[in-house]
């Protein structure tokens, strides 16, 4: 549980959300490079932590497995 909780506040949510926010409301004003660059170099790492904490929350019995779809992508557990 706690290295759960130790990945998911190595997380920056508040630029999460804000990147969320800006796509939905302000879409009109994006920056086509910014999008780009986020979409290379900030999504690979966010997805692999995404992983890792619900891995081993599924692994951990923390998670309620009903709630993910269990597809391919979680076939290394």
């Given at each position: 549980?706690?290295?759960?909780?130790?990945?998911?506040?190595?997380?920056?949510?508040?630029?999460?959300?804000?990147?969320?926010?800006r796509?939905?409301?302000?879409?009109q004003?994006?920056?086509?490079?910014?999008i780009?660059?986020?979409?290379?170099?900030?999504?690979?790492?966010?997805?692999?932590?995404?992983?890792?904490?619900?891995?081993s929350?599924?692994?951990?019995?923390?998670?309620?497995?009903?709630?993910f779809?269990l597809?391919?992508?979680?076939?290394r557990?």
């Amino acid at each position: 549980m706690c290295e759960t909780k130790s990945k998911l506040t190595k997380l920056d949510l508040r630029a999460i959300k804000g990147m969320r926010n800006r796509i939905v409301h302000d879409y009109q004003n994006l920056d086509s490079y910014i999008i780009f660059d986020a979409i290379q170099k900030d999504l690979p790492p966010l997805k692999e932590t995404l992983y890792e904490v619900i891995s081993s929350g599924l692994k951990n019995n923390i998670f309620d497995t009903s709630y993910f779809l269990l597809s391919t992508t979680f076939s290394r557990l």
